[in-house]
């Protein structure tokens, strides 16, 4: 049976994937090549490391992790290669727009786009290759898709520090529209996902899998997704459900200001919290509005441990794998003072080579694991939470930059093991009509753990444990990276008894949602 569903991939599939790859790859480059900019971008900007945490993170991800929600929901009953396509257009649009961002403000903005766009990429390509592939070639596929993750990230690092130097180089006091060399990294990059989109447009659309979603409004089921998050929809939407749903909504509602306002009077940091706390009272409104509305998808994703302690698990993982790739490159610049095209080029191919082969390999693994064991594939996840501390550690504390790259690399190719098990695990714990939907709640842990906090931590610790020169305020980053290995005893809690759970949630599957 193995073999006969291994035969059915054909040479268009590989096709599909190899493309899917390269959009990937281009949504990491325009994600990530904030962090080679970064140093350039605080001086010309006058920002702290917790301004620049909230740049790379939250100003994204949290609009990311949104708007994947309701697209989620467009994947899974509306033409997923248009819908790869338009947002593929708008995120490249929004990465060149942000070249000519003047201030903070215009920056965050920009960035916020590029979330929007950026949230069509993977429920789409999800759900194609879960189309294109069978069960028993999932984790492998979508762990080569996911390549595109560690391949995007290291381009983004040579592509941002080369562009940046020559065009300094050829105007040294700003160029056409006073535009600098990080301005026009921004625009380099951005300008050729708008020739790409025209390549993914001409994909075929495969069969959908016969238990799909309905596809009658899907339109009108998208907008009824987005009213459902956005603030003071969120409330009517509530107030439909009953007077008990009301309150419930507002209560949430006041204590994520309650929380943001603390955190804010803590930190002074108004961006972060504000839109964390934003981010979180959303995804409580769907989620609860999806009780509701679709109550077999409801209980499957939020009403399942098993998906919830996987999706949280790999948060955590995700939110280290975010913060050391942010951050690397001006530790090594501002820590290390180690040159940039030096460092760019390094990190970029660590990053790169590192990631693709630990995301391969871990996928493999994952599947040869799953053939054995039902819950096989966490342990991969669990590796990626344990594998990383010493390297973290050696990595963060030497002064060698041989030392240095090479702990940067073990750490980053033990992390990115863990994507594709944990994305396996959680498309096996829905029905599929329900993938699309389920993408977008699993990359709500990555997006709002692990996006959101992960560069910030990093930045805010730095800036707390900091001091300041000539009064000018100097982050500790060294102190901030180290704060990450605190999170991996949380984690092994989480799966731990996710992998409990996973065998009893799979063999439940169909039970559970015709009961709810």
């Not at 899907?218 to 749903?245: C, E, K, Q, Y």
């Not at 913060?323 to 610049?333: I, K």
Request: hydrophobic share 55%; charged share 10%; with cysteine.
């Amino acid at each position: 049976m193995v073999e006969a569903e291994k035969a059915k991939v054909g040479g268009y599939s590989w096709y599909v994937l190899f493309v899917l790859v390269l959009v990937y790859i281009l949504n990491f480059i325009d994600r990530q090549i904030l962090s080679i900019l970064a140093v350039d971008i605080k001086a010309d900007l006058k920002l702290t490391d917790g301004d620049l945490g909230f740049l790379g993170g939250a100003a994204f991800a949290v609009f990311y992790a949104l708007f994947g929600i309701p697209l989620g929901r467009l994947a899974d009953s509306w033409r997923r290669v248009s819908l790869l396509t338009i947002g593929l257009a708008l995120w490249s649009a929004m990465t060149a727009l942000s070249g000519f961002a003047r201030n903070h403000v215009m920056l965050t903005f920009a960035r916020m786009g590029v979330g929007v766009g950026e949230a069509t990429a993977s429920p789409t390509a999800y759900s194609l290759i879960s189309d294109y592939f069978p069960a028993s070639r999932k984790a492998t596929a979508l762990a080569i898709y996911s390549s595109g993750i560690y391949l995007g990230g290291g381009v983004s690092l040579l592509i941002g520090a080369s562009i940046g130097k020559t065009w300094n180089a050829a105007y040294p006091g700003g160029g056409p529209f006073g535009l600098v060399g990080w301005q026009a990294a921004f625009l380099a990059v951005g300008v050729p996902g708008l020739l790409m989109a025209l390549w993914v447009a001409n994909l075929r659309e495969p069969a959908r899998n016969a238990d799909s979603a309905d596809q009658t409004h899907p339109w009108r089921d998208f907008f009824t997704d987005l009213a459902r998050i956005i603030p003071p929809f969120t409330a009517i939407s509530a107030l439909r459900r009953g007077p008990a749903a009301l309150a419930i909504n507002l209560l949430f509602a006041a204590a994520m200001v309650l929380v943001a306002a603390a955190m804010i009077r803590l930190t002074g940091n108004v961006p972060q919290w504000s839109a964390v706390a934003f981010g979180y009272y959303a995804v409580f409104s769907w989620a609860s509005s999806l009780r509701q509305s679709d109550p077999a998808t409801y209980r499957l994703i939020w009403g399942t441990p098993a998906f919830v302690c996987t999706t949280l698990g790999y948060g955590l993982v995700s939110l280290v794998a975010y913060a050391l790739s942010f951050w690397a490159a001006p530790y090594a610049e501002t820590v290390l003072k180690l040159p940039k095209s030096e460092l760019a080029f390094i990190l970029g191919a660590n990053g790169a080579i590192a990631g693709f082969l630990g995301v391969i390999i871990g996928g493999r693994v994952a599947d040869a694991l799953r053939a054995r064991n039902p819950a096989g594939r966490v342990l991969v996840i669990l590796f990626g939470v344990l594998a990383p501390i010493v390297p973290i550690w050696v990595g963060y504390t030497t002064a060698n930059a041989a030392l240095f790259y090479a702990m940067n690399f073990l750490a980053g190719m033990f992390g990115a093991a863990a994507l594709g098990a944990a994305a396996a695990t959680t498309q096996d714990l829905v029905l599929p009509r329900m993938r699309g939907t389920a993408t977008a709640a699993f990359f709500l842990g990555t997006t709002l753990i692990g996006l959101s906090f992960g560069p910030y931590l990093v930045g805010q610790i730095s800036d707390l444990a900091g001091g300041s020169v000539n009064g000018k305020p100097v982050g500790d980053l060294r102190a901030g990276v180290l704060s990450l290995i605190a999170l991996a005893p949380i984690a092994t809690i989480l799966l731990i008894f996710a992998y409990r759970s996973v065998p009893r949630a799979e063999r439940t599957l169909a039970e559970r949602a015709a009961a709810a």
